[in-house]
């Protein structure tokens, strides 16, 4: 009886497992221009709503404290977030490291860049 239970709960842990799509393969949207340029006020900024739900930065005093997706009925959707290191080479040939915040909403599977960041 136990093994069976054990045996049962491990494949289905497995499964849910395998059905996750990883964050890397996700469909990406670029908003980090539109991210700067907005002008944050205190409360939710929405910056995208072009996948079919919006995508909102949590601000205050300027400074984005958090992220918040919420669907076309106002449904709050999971998100996660992660960061990758990535080169880039300027007009004048010089090299510079930059940290790329990405903000994916899992349900969906997209992430969008949302800041890049000088290491």
Known sequence: MN????????????TMNWY???????RRI??????????????????????????YAKAKDGKILSWRAESTKRKSLKISAHDYEVVEVGSSKETTNKKVIVICVDEKEVCYDVQKINK
Do not use: E, P, Y
């Open 3 to 14: 093994l069976s239970v054990i045996l049962l709960t491990s494949v289905i842990s497995l």
């Open 20 to 26: 996750q799509t990883d964050w890397r393969r996700m």
């Open 30 to 55: 670029d908003v980090v221009n539109k991210v700067s340029n907005t002008t944050l006020t205190n409360g939710l900024n929405k910056i995208d709503d072009s996948a079919g739900f919006t995508l």
